[in-house]
């Protein structure tokens, strides 16, 4: 059996930067790759921490926002700080 390579994506809304900014009107969603489903579930666990991150979900389908009602911000596994990456 082939094992497939999926690359997996967590999502969530920042309702902190949600709604100003250069988020005026908007909700600010952030994605993040991830290369794996540890990464995935990781970066899900200490996102479930902060209080401004809401609707935390984790797929290996791509993320699509309508960008007249979000504003996307996409980032990688290894862009993000220790605090996201805490086993």
Not at 18 to 24: E, M, Q, T, Y
Not at 63 to 84: C, F
Request: glycine residues 6%; hydrophobic residues 30%.
């Amino acid at each position: 059996m082939v094992k497939r390579k999926y690359t997996w994506y967590v999502t969530m809304t920042d309702k902190f930067m949600s709604g100003w900014g250069k988020a005026k009107g908007k909700i600010n969603k952030l994605i993040i790759v991830c290369e794996n489903g540890d990464q995935a579930h990781r970066i899900q666990k200490n996102a479930s921490y902060r209080s401004e991150m809401k609707y935390i979900n984790v797929t290996t389908d791509k993320p699509y926002y309508n960008p007249n009602r979000y504003l996307v911000s996409w980032k990688t596994y290894k862009q993000m700080g220790k605090i996201w990456k805490k086993p």
